[in-house]
């Protein structure tokens, strides 16, 4: 199998599609659409509402509203940066965790998705 093939280059591929989708959508000029399928069916905010809010917001270097949009969204530009980093480097890992031995529990996504899904509650005021 070489590099660009696989599950990887796939799911590389569908990322950078959803990505491009959504900037082509965010910078229409009077174009109104709920991205989230989530929001759109049931009005209820998905726990990665505002993402492209947030996410075009840091391009601009605007931490503040982008933390407003989704406090993800900071998270989601570190990893896609950490991605572009030659793989030498990313295989090394963080010193830190490495000499600690520290692995994440398994439930702590599910605690940070569950947070998240309450900040977006919050932020629509649906709490």
């Given amino acids: 199998m070489t590099a660009a093939s696989g599950p990887s280059a796939n799911l590389r591929f569908l990322g950078g599609a959803m990505v491009a989708g959504g900037a082509a ?3 229409l000029p009077d174009v ?3 991205l989230c399928p989530l929001r759109a069916v049931t009005g209820l905010p998905c726990p990665f509402c505002g993402m492209t809010t947030g996410t ?3 391009s601009r270097f605007d931490v503040g509203t982008s933390i407003a949009a989704n406090p993800a969204a900071i998270v989601l530009v ?3 940066l950490f991605a572009f980093l030659p ?3 990313r295989e090394r890992g963080s010193p830190l965790l490495r ?3 520290m692995a994440a ?3 702590l996504p599910w605690v940070l998705l569950g947070g998240l899904w309450v900040w977006q509650l919050d932020r629509f ?3």
């Fill in 25 to 27: 959508i965010a910078i």
């Fill in 32 to 34: 109104d659409v709920v």
């Fill in 56 to 58: 075009l917001a840091l």
């Fill in 78 to 80: 570190s990893a896609v």
């Fill in 87 to 89: 793989r030498r480097v």
């Fill in 99 to 101: 000499r600690a031995g």
């Fill in 105 to 107: 529990p398994v439930w």
């Fill in 125 to 127: 005021d649906l709490l």
